[in-house]
């Protein structure tokens, strides 16, 4: 399936009655909601209520290490990417990820970037990638004299915005970010916050925090998760909105004791 | 105990627990130290036999056997040659032509033919390293007493030449060339084989087999066959290779028949013998090592849209490398000290030509040591623990170089 990159789609993705299943275990019920393009998504949450796997299912990570399965339809620019003839190594080439914890390759920092654009064939100028890539990742000027050096080697916030850098890399059409702060200090936390307001411009972001000071601060639509009842202890969206109405006036009563910190 | 330490209520027994743990410190240390002791007992049998006096007497004088003054050790090749000639039957000197022509000998060869047929050197006596250092007054007496024509000399039965001469039935000139050139030969085959299949097996049944009854009954049975006995081994390989593979195992198939090979007992048979032992070993080892790299490595590889085969070649397996190597190594050492499975496959026990090819008849160290160990004579006693010096310098060389292979696999960063 060729996706289509230059969509009219005012909504990159679009999740219709999404239903997640580990096993027997139905962990995500009913979820729809819309991400608009070139804006920043926020999912919250209290602990294990599906915000990530949730996330995954937008990309079809999900299935490869978890063994899910779904029922309902997630579009990507108006085409369900879970349909028969869609690969899923296709969806995670346009729908990129960050992870939690920042994981670069064991290789030096320019192959991280390198080795990601020849998988698929890139065949362009590989310094200029490397340098275009970093720079929007907002980490050239910090790295740019140890390109040869392991990824490992700098620290965490480095480490993560060489992550963002890698996937960026490619040029997908959305980053899905899965408490990409979490493993960071303030400083660097605000470095990812400040990256991710630059980047949008170019990316459809869809990020899960559990800070909420974070999601108030960065996104522009929230999506606030909970379990729907404590008998399957099975998460679903409860309001899904612009970010200020779901942190100044919710419609929900449980979002409303979130939000405020009142959750019980 | 100090009154502050005290609460109510709960046993105070500090100095107990402390007591209890310095017994298990004990036991595990005593269990190490008998591990230790089990290792130098080892090594010191092995050197003890491998050094020490050795009385012998030559059956014929070698000054008798100068020609124009030249003694025998500095005569030409042909010279020793005709020697050999008159001194033999032409029914010895005929086999000894056809075992290997006597033109296409060296001369030192022929000499140590000379040396072994004619010469004849009989050890009549063998002492070990301890009773030689510390009671050689006591040997020369005895020997000067028991046998006044004999020479008493203090030898290494460990030297370059043991390690370079072929095997002989004289223990005075008998030689581990052979078997350490069959052993290398057999662990070649052996590493081709069970290291590609091994490591193969090990990344589909990690990477991409489902977990179903299947699936899990193939791993059980992996894991089971590990610890098969090693003769089982030996007798499906005389059953596969040396009987069912004959045409390919005996080079038949390849027009290659000569006079060293007209069955299947080859080295090639025994290399993949071998290799079927340590199969399942390579696999549980690769697999170990496989798993142990870390998820969030393979999350970041698919995360960026790379196929199973991309995220395998390029991340799990050079990050599993070293851990599969080590256990290569590990099953590679267990293959060099194999003795049961090659005798049942049929390793020669007395054969004095190198392999030369996958389809020549061979032996191996430790058969050699096996077949000099179960000799009667003393000598052969020394020879043996001579081989097994051999055996475990050859062991130790070859883990150094795969742990040399292995740090420049993880020293990529």
Not at chain 2, 57 to 84: F, I, M, N, R
Not at chain 2, 132 to 154: C, G
Not at chain 2, 232 to 242: D, E, K, N, S, T
Not at chain 2, 275 to 293: H, M, T, W
Request: contains cysteine.
């Amino acid at each position: 399936m060729a996706m289509n990159k230059n969509s009219d789609h005012k909504y990159v993705i679009e999740v219709r009655d999404l239903d997640i299943y580990y096993g027997n275990f139905k962990a995500v019920t009913g979820v729809s909601m819309k991400v608009e393009r070139n804006a920043i998504t926020a999912i919250i949450g209290p602990s294990g209520c599906g915000k990530s796997t949730l996330l995954r299912a937008f990309n079809r990570m999900n299935e490869l290490f978890a063994g899910t399965s779904i029922r309902g339809q997630v579009m990507f620019n108006g085409e369900d990417i879970y349909a028969r003839d869609v690969d899923p190594v296709e969806v995670r080439y346009r729908i990129g990820m960050v992870f939690q914890k920042p994981n670069p390759f064991p290789k030096s920092i320019y192959e991280n970037i390198a080795w990601t654009a020849r998988i698929h064939g890139y065949k362009g100028n590989m310094d200029e990638l490397v340098e275009n890539s970093l720079r929007q990742a907002a980490l050239w000027d910090e790295v740019k004299d140890k390109l040869q050096q392991s990824g490992l080697s700098i620290s965490g916030g480095q480490q993560q915005r060489l992550c963002i850098a890698r996937a960026i890399s490619i040029k997908p059409e959305v980053i899905l970010m899965d408490e990409p702060a979490s493993a960071l200090d303030p400083i660097a936390t605000l470095k990812i916050e400040e990256l991710m307001q630059e980047l949008k411009k170019n990316y459809t972001i869809v990020i899960v925090t559990h800070n909420m000071q974070q999601a108030a601060r960065a996104s522009d639509y929230t999506a606030m998760m909970m379990l729907a009842d404590r008998e399957t202890r099975s998460g679903t969206v409860i309001e899904f909105d612009d970010t200020k109405v779901i942190f100044t006036n919710p419609k929900d009563k449980r979002t409303e004791d979130y939000v405020t910190g009142r959750f019980g | 105990m100090k009154e502050i330490w005290i609460v109510q209520g709960f046993a105070n027994n500090l100095n107990l627990r402390n007591r209890i743990g310095t017994v298990w410190y004990v036991i595990f240390q005593a269990s190490t130290i008998v591990g230790i002791i089990a290792l130098i007992a080892l090594l010191f049998n092995v050197i003890d036999g491998s050094f020490g006096y050795v009385a012998y007497e030559a059956k014929v004088d070698p000054d008798t056997l100068a020609v124009d003054g030249v003694p025998v050790e500095a005569q030409s090749k042909e010279q020793l040659v005709s020697l050999l000639q008159s001194s033999l039957s032409s029914g010895a000197y005929n086999k000894l032509e056809n075992e290997k022509p006597f033109e296409s000998r060296s001369r030192e060869g022929v000499y140590q033919l000379v040396v072994e047929r004619i010469i004849r050197p009989q050890i009549v006596a063998v002492w070990k390293l301890w009773p030689s250092l510390t009671q050689a007054d006591e040997i020369r007496a005895t020997v000067a007493q028991d046998f006044p024509q004999a020479e008493l000399d203090f030898v290494s039965w460990l030297t370059y030449d043991f390690v370079s001469r072929p095997q002989t039935s004289e223990p005075l000139t008998a030689g581990v060339r052979t078997a350490i050139l069959g052993s290398l030969w057999t662990i070649l085959f052996t590493i081709l084989l069970a290291f590609p299949i091994g490591v193969g097996a090990a990344i589909y049944l990690e990477e991409y087999a489902f977990d179903n009854w299947l699936n899990r009954i193939i791993q059980t049975n992996i894991n089971n066959l590990a610890g098969v006995p090693s003769i089982v081994y030996g007798i499906l390989g005389l059953a596969i290779f040396v009987r069912a593979l004959e045409p390919l195992t005996s080079g038949k198939m390849f027009g290659l028949v000569n006079l060293t090979s007209e069955n299947g007992r080859t080295v090639l048979s025994a290399g993949l013998t071998l290799g079927l032992l340590v199969l399942p070993i390579i696999i549980i080892n690769a697999q170990e090592a496989i798993r142990a790299v870390p998820q969030s490595l393979r999350k970041a590889s698919y995360g960026v849209g790379a196929t199973k085969w991309q995220t395998v070649w390029s991340h799990v397996l050079p990050n599993a490398m070293p851990g599969i190597l080590t256990g290569t190594i590990l099953a590679i050492s267990r293959a060099i000290g194999e003795t049961a499975p090659l005798v049942v496959v049929g390793a020669s026990t007395a054969i004095s030509f190198d392999p030369s090819s996958p389809f020549s008849k061979f032996t191996t160290l430790p058969i050699q040591i096996y077949q000099w160990t179960s000799r009667p004579q003393d000598e052969f006693r020394s020879l043996a623990a001579a081989s097994i010096l051999v055996l475990l310098v050859l062991l130790l060389s070859m883990n150094a170089s795969a742990v040399l292979l292995r740090n420049r696999f993880s020293r990529r960063f």
